[in-house]
């Protein structure tokens, strides 16, 4: 059963968004799929055994999106499609895989779970009363390696610009695939790792994420099947 906490938050959501949107993402309801691969650079496999890697190459799902749980917001409002969010889902096997999830902020809006119901809550008493992503036809995936005394249990902790950077690898972007056909309208991105070779590191806003895109999965899915 979902925690009153998880509940609280998706409740926000609905109240930010002027009701529940049945069958759609209570936050980043309106995206962009495609396919594509990854290729891992030279010093991947010095970061991890997981399986992505150490091959030459691994198929993926991308995901673009603006912040807003409305799908018919606007791509060009300054406060319903920023944050933009991007989503990555490493097929590893049938039935096996591991996502990235990322927004273009340098930070989260709080370090716990009981935090952001407060802020989303400041949010709704504070408030007044589509185009294609950027046409941008490969990324660089980095990850910054932390240094003593680097909090990495903490999500609104930015770490100084000097910390070192290693390329784990190439995300290419083919071509557009259709978000609403009934298999990829399931997908539930997971903030946690779960691949062999990557852990997580313990923060925990980064599980009850996890736990509310479980529960408002179920909820789209079973939308969906109505």
């Known amino acids: 059963m979902a925690s009153i906490l ?14 529940i949107h049945p069958g759609f993402r209570p936050v980043h309801a309106k995206g ?8 891992p650079s030279q010093g991947a496999k010095k970061l991890t055994r997981a399986p992505h ?13 603006g912040t807003t749980g409305v799908p018919t917001g606007s791509d060009t409002d300054p406060m319903g499609a920023s944050p933009q969010g991007i989503a990555i889902r490493f097929h590893l096997a049938d039935h ?13 809006p709080a370090r716990t779970g009981e935090e952001f119901l407060e802020f989303l809550r400041a949010v709704i008493a504070s408030g007044p009363g589509s185009a294609a992503p950027p046409p941008i036809v490969a990324f660089r995936v980095l ?11 903490d ?13 784990f690898g190439i995300l290419t972007i083919k071509e557009p695939v259709d978000e609403l056909a009934p298999e990829r309208r399931k997908t539930i991105f997971d903030p946690l790792p779960r691949v062999d070779g990557i852990d997580s590191a313990g923060d925990p806003i980064t599980a009850l994420r996890s736990d509310i895109y479980l529960v408002s999965g179920r909820r789209r899915r079973a939308a969906a099947a109505q």
């Open 155 to 167: 999500s609104t902790s930015i770490w100084p610009e000097t910390r070192t950077e290693v390329v």
């Open 32 to 39: 962009f799929m495609y396919s594509g691969t990854f290729t």
């Open 6 to 19: 998880v509940t609280g938050i998706l409740d926000a959501f609905a109240t930010l968004d002027g009701g």
């Open 96 to 108: 096996v895989h591991t996502d990235i999830i990322g927004h273009s902020i340098n930070a989260f």
């Open 143 to 153: 990850v910054q390696l932390a240094e003593p005394g680097d909090d990495v249990t």
């Open 53 to 65: 890697a150490n091959r030459p190459s691994t198929p993926v799902t991308v995901r673009f999106s």
